[in-house]
């Protein structure tokens, strides 16, 4: 079975300052990641993803994160949030291999930029 | 291309009656998942089809919910009855293939009262 810890349930932050959303897994098999964000009255959006290769993704809207194996997580950082990025941030695992393409999602995170 | 469309966005049903989802994919997207949230919680796993076929049902709560997916395109969940439980926002998505990023509908809000 997996699971998703997303440690912070609220974050508050004021415009131009830099964010990081956290992110811990627990998966007994190889995993692919993903962040998804849904801003108000939207459905979710991809914001990146981590498959293989190179453990820094980079994502749209300036978003990145970093996939740390020993460490089990895949933080979100943005160096300069806009008013705009107000919304919930998903983390979110499904298996790499095998049949199984379910997503398991964290709890999820709000993000609420202030001016 | 056009995106995961699913209707109504919006119902309110009474404890009881019948209520239908309904999810059209993308097009060429085999694989259909349906989630929900439940408010205050995470987003969970209902259901998975590749084409017509149902891969993974773990999900799904009860036997009061019951997918279909016609010819491998549109797809449907019904409730019958539903229960106040059952309330929160049904997400569909479809996938190309495992290591695509899965594309969600702007979700159903279900209301039982």
């Known amino acids: 079975a997996q699971s998703v810890t997303q440690l912070d349930s609220q974050v508050p932050v004021f415009e131009e300052a830099p964010v990081e959303l956290r992110c811990n897994y627990s998966?007994?098999?190889?995993?692919?990641l993903f962040w998804y964000v849904q801003y108000p009255n939207q459905g979710l959006q991809l914001l990146l993803k981590?498959?293989?290769?190179?453990?820094l993704v980079k994502g749209i809207n300036g978003f990145e994160a970093e996939f740390n194996k020993s460490q089990t997580s895949f933080h979100l950082r943005k160096p300069s949030v806009h008013i705009s990025d107000t919304a919930e941030y998903f983390c979110?695992?499904?298996?790499?291999?095998?049949?199984?393409?379910?997503?398991?999602f964290g709890k999820g995170t709000l993000l609420t930029v202030n001016p | 291309e056009a995106g995961v469309t699913q209707f109504p966005s919006h119902s309110v049903i009474e404890k009881g009656q019948t209520v239908t989802l309904r999810c059209d994919p993308i097009s060429g997207h085999d694989n259909l998942y349906w989630y929900r949230r439940v408010m205050g919680k995470e987003i969970k796993f209902l259901l998975h089809f590749v084409k017509e076929s149902k891969q993974d049902e773990s999900g799904m709560p009860n036997n009061r919910f019951l997918a279909e997916r016609t010819g491998g395109t549109y797809s449907t969940l019904k409730v019958q009855p539903a229960e106040l439980e059952d309330s929160g926002v049904y997400f569909c998505?479809?996938?190309?293939?495992?290591?695509?990023?899965?594309?969600f509908g702007s979700g159903t809000r279900l209301t039982v009262v």
């Open positions: 981590y498959l293989s290769g190179s453990t």
């Open positions: 998505a479809s996938q190309k293939d495992r290591g695509y990023g899965y594309t």
């Open positions: 998966s007994s098999v190889s995993v692919y």
């Open positions: 979110a695992v499904s298996d790499s291999g095998g049949s199984n393409y379910k997503l398991t």
